[in-house]
């Protein structure tokens, strides 16, 4: 998977960085900032997609899709389809831009508009990404875990440098008898449950 990335993927992924690394040093305001997984925790999510039973993937906060060039690479490995959700207008044009650019259209899906309301039309699920806002990570777990099949992975990003945060949802998936969860301290911090 990693050692023959397609040229066009590898050039939106430096193009996307090379912004969040800018926006990161020069103020941008946080909203309009991609707010981007580091390329380890691509590969880590990507081993874990192409890893899952049968069934969908799904990743909740596509930003520019720079996550989503990581798992759409998964995707392409296992014949998986990958539906991503993305609220913010700008965000959305970005994401079809990079979509687009990397020809990923075939395995990436982009569903538009609020997640915790679209995610009811889906079941199936193989693994899910969740990266949005740290507000709604609880809601996403509550509809997330039953949908997930058995075996099914679900990954949340910023379980440790949004601890104080995100603590109500890691307490929750390590007491809940439906997974098996654990803290994987790559990136930001990864809470990984399995599907039991
Ligand atoms: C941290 S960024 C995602 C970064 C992306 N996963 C990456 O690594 O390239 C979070 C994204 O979630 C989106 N978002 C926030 N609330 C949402 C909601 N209710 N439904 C869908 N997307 C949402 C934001 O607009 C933002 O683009």
């Known amino acids: 998977m990693f050692n023959n990335i397609p040229e066009e993927i590898l050039n939106r992924m430096e193009y996307l960085f090379k912004i969040d ?27 874990l997609l192409a890893s899952s039973p049968e069934g969908i993937a799904v990743e909740i906060g596509t930003s520019a899709g720079y996550s989503t060039m990581w798992l759409g690479i998964a995707c392409r490995e296992v014949e998986k389809k990958l539906y991503t959700f993305e609220l913010l207008e700008e965000k959305i044009k970005l994401a079809e831009e990079t979509f687009s650019l990397t020809k990923l259209n075939d395995v990436v899906i982009l569903v538009k508009g609020d997640a915790l309301e679209n995610i009811d ?26 949908k997930l099949v ?26 809940d008898d439906r997974v098996d969860s654990v803290v994987v301290p790559i990136g930001k911090g990864e809470l990984i449950c399995r599907k039991r």
């Open 21 to 47: 690394e800018e926006d990161r040093k020069d103020g941008t305001p946080r909203l309009q900032r991609l707010r981007q997984i580091p390329p380890d925790t691509g590969k880590f999510i990507a081993l």
């Open 150 to 175: 058995k075996g099914g992975i679900l990954v949340a990003d910023n379980a440790i440098n949004h601890y104080e945060a995100l603590k109500p949802m890691i307490e929750m998936a390590m007491d």
């Open 121 to 146: 039309e889906f079941e199936n699920i193989s693994f899910c990404f969740l990266d949005a806002e740290k507000s709604m990570y609880y809601r996403c777990y509550e509809k997330i875990i039953p």
